[in-house]
């Protein structure tokens, strides 16, 4: 069985600046891949970034980084330079060899001006 | 990437009733799923929505409850039955696709349902 832990309820974060949202996984699949989604108000899944678990690079989308690793099984997201359009939910997401998506509970992310 | 398209977005219903969610795929994809958000919680997968046969549910979802028919690659419907107000959720449907270079599950916009 697979499991994702966001242990974050909430993130408050200044406009301009970093913020990382923490993520670990248990899984038993050898191969198996790391997502983030991101869900405004709105309600609508926007896929972030991926992260294969044979990948050597850590990966990066533009102001989103995953800090992936693997011996600790975390898979944390970093958001540089906030905007004030990052406010929202923020989900971490695990693929196993069946390919359904198994999420954690979210972070709530609130970028203040 | 596939564009998927969620109708309808948003519906209040009664009691006892039942109500039909539709899902187009603007591409041919081999994964489909259909997902459930209860209010301030994350989200849980109803079932694998399989071409031509009957859905694969998870643990804690039946078919009498939440039908799923998909006639096609790019179609899905997903039937929530006999309605509560435990069943005021936002249902998504997904599908798989290439995007990044990756094969990433994207969602449509979400069909947010309150039951009175």
């Known amino acids: 069985a697979q499991k994702i832990t966001q242990t974050q309820p909430g993130m408050f974060v200044q406009e301009k600046e970093a913020v990382t949202l923490d993520c670990t996984y248990d899984?038993?699949?050898?191969?198996?891949?790391l997502f983030w989604y991101k869900q405004p108000s709105s309600g609508e899944m926007i896929f972030l970034i991926y992260q294969g678990s044979y990948d050597q690079q850590n990966a990066t989308e533009g102001r989103y980084s995953l800090n992936f690793q693997k011996a600790r099984k975390s898979a944390n997201l970093v958001i540089s330079a906030s905007q004030l359009g990052d406010s929202a939910m923020y989900f971490c997401a695990m693929r196993g060899n069946d390919y359904k998506l198994s999420f954690g509970a979210g972070t709530t992310v609130t970028v203040r001006a | 990437s596939a564009v998927i398209s969620q109708k309808p977005s948003r519906d209040i219903c009664q009691r006892g009733t039942s109500l039909t969610i539709q899902c187009q795929v603007d591409?041919?994809?081999?994964?489909m799923f259909w997902y459930r958000q209860q209010p301030g919680q994350s989200l849980t997968l109803i079932a694998t929505?399989?071409?031509?046969?009957?859905?694969?549910?998870e643990s804690g979802f039946v078919i009498d409850k939440f039908p799923i028919s998909r006639p096609n690659l790019t179609f899905s419907t997903l039937t929530v039955s006999n309605m509560s107000p435990e069943d005021s959720s936002i249902y998504l449907c997904?599908?798989?696709?290439?995007?990044?270079?990756?094969?990433?599950?994207?969602f449509g916009a979400g069909s947010r349902l309150t039951v009175l």
């Open positions: 591409s041919q994809v081999t994964m």
């Open positions: 899984t038993s699949d050898p191969s198996y891949g």
């Open positions: 929505a399989n071409q031509g046969s009957e859905a694969t549910y």
């Open positions: 997904s599908a798989t696709g290439l995007l990044s270079g990756a094969n990433v599950l994207t």
